[in-house]
């Protein structure tokens, strides 16, 4: 799951640069640079979102369990406390 939230980081990144190029106000009034400032974030979430791997997961060739380790309820000690015990849980 870290590549997909890597992915919608780079993405939402990109978005964001190319929002913030093209609503940068030119300091001149006759210079409109608003071309340059969409293909400059443009370039760069590209950048970003070529710098990430992708979103699909390797092939699997046979069965690999995964295997995780677990609080399991026991019970209740004498003061009323519950109780766990580690368990490993491969599915």
């Not at 990109?14 to 030119?26: D, F, H, K, L, T």
Request: proline share 4%.
């Amino acid at each position: 799951m870290k590549t997909i939230r890597n992915t919608i980081i780079a993405g939402a990144a990109g978005v964001a640069m190319i929002a913030a190029g093209s609503v940068a106000a030119p300091t001149e009034a006759h210079a409109s640079k608003l071309g340059a400032a969409i293909f400059g974030g443009i370039v760069a979430g590209a950048i970003i979102g070529a710098a990430t791997r992708p979103a699909y997961a390797a092939p699997v060739y046979g069965y690999t369990p995964v295997c995780s380790w677990q609080n399991q309820f026991k019970g209740y000690d004498a003061y009323g406390r519950a109780v766990y015990h580690r368990v490993q849980v491969c599915g």
